[in-house]
């Protein structure tokens, strides 16, 4: 447990689904991330919730959409997603001050889609 | 966007010897952190070293940071087999956190 907790662990879903990904915090931090690995490709940044407000999308397709309802809480909606969004999908938390410390990651949610 | 590029992409090494790792990135920064993630599982915060540091140690890690080359480097001492792992840098900078693809690192007993 590291303080940023991600449901479920393991996804698969179908390419007509729709699902969430839930993401909490519990460190009282003040932003929150959405990244996604794939295999053999570093981390991509997809979405930044800065004190509750979107801040950085980086061209997600719309099939993602981020919803931050508070500051401890993150979700990732997905719907109708291609074979290829199939990867391991992290949140993580930090405390938006320069230079304070590193980001608090989740252990992820394993995604396939079929 | 992929900011730091490690260098090797992958390392393997005995029990007890040194591991060293690179990091190389293009733009100016605020700081620099390492993590390191077991296979599939998060990403667990190792040090962070700002921009105005040149080196840091915690416990057996040493990192090294030169900003006029835009390089990093991540010396784990003393290798034992729970360090096997990736190993990524990443560069911060407006408060975003860029990755490279990291470093895999097995030691070996």
């Known amino acids: 447990e590291t303080g940023v907790t991600q449901t479920p662990r393991h996804l698969v879903m179908g390419m007509t689904n729709k699902k969430s990904l839930k993401c909490e915090q519990h460190l009282g931090h003040n932003a929150m991330y959405w990244y996604k690995q794939s295999a053999k490709k570093p981390l991509e940044l997809m979405f930044v919730y800065n004190f509750k407000e979107q801040t950085e999308n980086n061209s997600v397709p719309s099939r993602f959409s981020p919803e931050c309802p508070n500051s401890s809480h993150l979700f990732l909606h997905l719907h109708t997603l291609q074979p290829e969004d199939s990867a391991l999908y992290l949140c993580?938390?930090?405390?938006?001050?320069?230079?304070?410390?590193?980001?608090?990651f989740g252990s992820g949610t394993r995604l396939t889609v079929v | 966007s992929q900011q730091g590029e490690e260098d090797p992409q992958a390392l393997s090494i005995q029990e007890g010897e040194n591991a060293t790792m690179n990091c190389s990135y293009k733009t100016s920064i605020n700081n620099l952190q390492w993590y390191r993630q077991n296979s599939g599982r998060g990403l667990v915060h190792l040090i962070l070293i700002r921009s105005n540091e040149r080196e840091k140690h915690s416990g057996r890690l040493r990192v090294t940071l030169d900003t006029s080359k835009k390089s990093s480097s991540l010396l784990i001492t003393a290798s034992r087999a729970a360090d096997t792992a990736s190993y990524f840098c990443a560069t911060e900078n407006d408060y975003k956190l860029s990755f490279g693809a990291g470093t895999t690192v097995t030691v070996r007993a």
């Open positions: 993580a938390s930090s405390q938006v001050e320069q230079g304070r410390g590193g980001y608090t």
